[in-house]
């Protein structure tokens, strides 16, 4: 596996190849990164992983500081996926890259996380559209867990005609149902049972869920999760996958869309 610090080495060592499949990360590699890596590897011969913790796309210094980094043990895990480059940039050689794209961010970025986190998929979009210029990969792998990142990253692609394909990955998730997330070390085993407990929930309840949001009762759905051991719920709303808004009507085929606190640990998910 050939690591790369610097964006000029990287781009004089990729700059021809016509078929890279990209995985962008944030590091502390789980099955969920695995299963798009393995994805990727079926596709073409010539995967390129980035592991880089974009500060811009955090709302709270402390959560920066606080998300997981396991550097050494996620390049074990790639060498041993035999991945063939690894971009590990610093802020100043991805920062001091002067886009040639205009960062487009669609209305569906008003909604949901983008309504808690202010700067959040501007920041998202910013570092991917860097990476894709950088890189130019012919496919793009996301994971539909961050269905709202994902959508926004496709609106941004078509606009600007960037010719970078995105291959959508479902949700990959623990034995107990619970989305797997980088940031699930950070929960004790209390905390785990817990939401697992709320993905049960969420699960056998989705129609209810809707019905009562539709009929101004989400404070029930509120309370419910609350007594399942959230400590805060930031949103609870049922989304249009197709449409990509918040459903009005009972007939859409719609997610619920989740994001709510254990402790000081922010989750997402939507099923
Ligand atoms: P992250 O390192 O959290 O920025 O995630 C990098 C990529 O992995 C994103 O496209 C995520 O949507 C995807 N991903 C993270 N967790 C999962 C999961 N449990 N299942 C599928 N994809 C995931």
Known sequence: MKIFKNRKNLI???SGLKKIAFVPTMGALHKGHINLINKAKKKTNKVLISIYINPKQFSSKRDFRKYPRKLNKDIETLKNLRIDYLYIPNYKDIFLYKPKNKIYLDNFS???CGKFRPFHFK?????VNRFLEIIKPKFLYLGMKD???LSL???HITQ???KTKIIKCPTIREKNGIAISSR???LDKNQIQNAAKIYKFIKKNKKLIFYKILNKKRHEVVSELTQLGASKIEYIECVNLDKQNICKSPTAKFNVFVAYYI????LIDNL
Do not use: P, T
């Open 12 to 14: 004089e060592n990729i």
């Open 110 to 112: 008003k909604i949901l």
């Open 123 to 127: 920041g998202v979009v910013n570092i």
């Open 147 to 149: 269905f709202q990142q």
């Open 153 to 155: 990253i496709q609106s």
């Open 160 to 162: 600007n005609k960037i």
């Open 184 to 186: 699930n070390v950070l």
């Open 263 to 266: 402790g000081k640990v922010r």
